[in-house]
Each structure stands twice: as C-alpha cells, then as structure tokens.
C-alpha cells in the first residue's frame, strides 16, 4: 500500500485515450454534454490555432468548481482532475465517465493510447543564485570536474521504457510573473499499440503503479516531509 | 542574485530549446503527449500567479552549512515595494528588495536567533522565548 501525502504538490492528473478519428463523435457531442451535463455544467470550445486541425482539438466541459474536466475529440477522450484526493478517487471517476461515453457512442472498442499525467508544481527558492534541485529531487547528473553539478538554470526531458509503456518525465524550472520560482516534474505514463477499451481499468492501474514508483523514488526524503506536512 | 541573471538565465534556456540545425527534425521528447492542450507553464504564467510558500533545507552562511531536521516554511509577500519573507513559528522575518534578497536575510536571522537561543541561559528566558529557545534548539541537525 502506499503512502497518500496529504500536501502533494499535484496541480493535475489526467486520464487520456486515444483512439482512431470517429466522425460520428463529433457530430454527437450533444448527446454526450446531455448525459453529463448535471456534474459537468460548464462548456468550452476550443480555439483555432494556426496549423492545427480544430476537429482534433477537444470540447473541455467542466464541473461548476472546475475540480474535473472532461475533454472530448473526435480521436481523444480524457478526464482531468484539478482537485486530487487519492488515486482510488480519480479512477472511479475516470471509469464512470468513460463509461458514459462508451454508452453514448458505443464506436470504440480499440484504443491506439493510454495515458496517464500528473503535473507537479514545486516552488522554490534560489541558494546564492542557483536552484536547488537536489534538495527536492534524487538527481545526480554526473558532469566534467571543471563543471560544478549545480545550475543556475535547467531543463531535462526524458523518455524511459517501463513495463509495456513508456514514461516521458520534464522537469523544468519556471518564473511566475511576480518573479517567484517554481520546478514543474511532469510525469506521463502512456501505453501504445493495440489496446482495449475494455481494459481501461487495467491500464489504468498499471500506468498508475508506474508513475507512482517512479514518483516515490525520484523526490528526497527532504520533499517527502513537506509532502506530509512536516515542516517548521 | 541579480533579478536580470534569473531572467536571462530563462531566456538562454528557451533559444537553446528553440534553435535547431537546418535539415534537423525535433524529435517529440520536449513534450507530454497525454492531454497536449493542458500547459502548465499556463498555469505558471497567470498574470496573479505567486508562489508564495517555498521551504529551506539547508542554510549556508559563511562557510558553514546548516541542514534542517525538518523543511523550513518560508511565506514571502511584497508590500509598500518590498519583499518580505518570514516563518511565525520562528518569529522570524527578513526583507529585501528581491524575493531572494528577503529569503537570504531571513536566512541570516535564522542563523543569529539559532546561535542567540543556543547561548542564553533558561532562567533568562519566560514566556514565547522558552518556547522559541526549544524550537531553535531542534532546528539543525
């Protein structure tokens, strides 16, 4: 079992699927906003962008607190949750609104990708000009002697093989506009190749299996403190 | 530090991000596939966006370094045109013209009430001063 923190620093988490493009999808999406209407009152349609398909960009409806949001495309659905109160929490939701949308448009049963993201946010504050990174993340970045392993700036991006899926990791320093600085650690665990939208539970659990290992042994023991709200 | 060396530093991060070789492809490592349309750096970016809760783990001054037994919380505000960075539990406040100026000068009472607290006596102390004298006493490893 593991540990539930009660101060993560989770802006969000979002369970996506892709699958291949449907038209009927998108020319249904009133019967879909119907059946969720009540949780997920809110409607945002999305902007055209230069050089991007608008057919492939979703639909966003939100629940009045903007706590979850759903985002629907003709090729992607995903569920987004703002408000994070343990995994078992999410999946439920995740597997009931998936499921209101299998009931809708009953077309998907193959899927081409799963994925599962949690964005972090982890503010901090600069040691004589330099971020440390160390002191929230078990980062070691093995360097030349004449280059100390300590930065001013950075930002790495990798992608690692796990178990049936792949993990892309970013962690990568930000200023906010009143110039307080914070590291963003994104995590996304997808799955690709044939998969089935039946077993979405299983994917589910397995991305989240993945992530959550991966999580517990990349932040310090330093990080997990905060994270459990023992701090001065 | 100086405000300009952290924004330039962005900067100089963002033109490494952006240039690429003609004849050359970025590959997608740089982004997160799931749900491309959430952007965190949105969120990062919000006009009132603060991150005003940071935490310290270890204090350097002069040479010395001081490793917390537990995170330090650190609220900073800015009013009237300052920073001003601070922990109630320590009843300790620092201020600056930065964000950063403010935490170092935190970072400095920390140090001085650390050692004031360790020297005094207990019979010298009553009240919030025993009971900052014991938190201090705990503080460093």
């Known amino acids: 079992m593991h540990e539930i923190y009660p101060k993560p620093p989770l802006i969000e988490t979002i369970f996506e699927i892709k699958f291949s493009g449907e038209p009927s999808i998108d020319c249904q999406k009133d019967k879909f906003f119907n059946k969720i209407r009540k949780d997920y009152p809110k409607l945002m349609v999305p902007r055209a962008k230069e050089g991007v398909a608008i057919a492939l960009e979703p639909y966003l409806f939100e629940k009045e607190d903007a706590s979850y949001s759903i985002g629907l495309s003709l090729n992607k659905l995903f569920l987004s949750c703002k408000k994070y109160q343990g995994f078992q929490v999410f999946k439920k939701e995740v597997l009931r609104v998936f499921a209101i949308f299998d009931d809708t448009f009953k077309v998907i049963s193959v899927l081409n990708r799963t994925g599962l993201r949690y964005i972090n946010i982890i503010p901090f504050a600069r040691e004589k000009g330099l971020i440390p990174l160390t002191s929230f993340l078990n980062i070691n970045i093995a360097l030349p002697k004449s280059i100390p392993p300590v930065f001013k700036n950075i930002g790495i991006s990798f992608v690692s093989q796990k178990d049936g899926g792949n993990i892309t990791t970013r962690i990568e320093p930000a200023i906010a506009p009143d110039k307080s600085e914070a590291i963003i650690l994104d995590f996304d665990y997808a799955k690709e190749g044939q998969l089935f939208f039946q077993s979405i539970e299983q994917y589910i659990e397995e991305s989240h299996k993945h992530t959550k290992h991966f999580f517990e042994e990349l932040v310090t023991e330093d990080f997990k403190k905060i994270m459990r709200g023992e701090v001065i | ?141």
């Open chain 2, 1 to 141: 530090m100086n405000l300009a060396y952290v924004n330039e530093s962005y900067d100089s991060l963002k033109e490494c991000e952006i240039y690429l070789p003609n004849n050359f492809q970025r590959m997608a490592i740089n982004r997160i596939e799931t749900a491309e349309s959430i952007a965190p750096l949105d969120f990062i970016e919000k006009p009132m966006r603060s991150f005003n809760n940071t935490f310290l783990f270890v204090i350097r001054i002069d040479n010395q370094n001081y490793k917390t037994k537990m995170p330090i919380s650190v609220n900073v505000n800015f009013e009237s045109g300052m920073f001003f960075a601070e922990n109630e539990n320590l009843a300790v406040c620092g201020t600056g013209f930065s964000q950063e100026e403010a935490i170092n000068d935190l970072r400095e009472h920390i140090i001085h009430f650390y050692e004031y607290y360790n020297k005094i006596e207990i019979d010298k102390l009553m009240g919030e001063a025993l009971r900052l004298k014991s938190v201090y006493a705990k503080l460093f490893v």
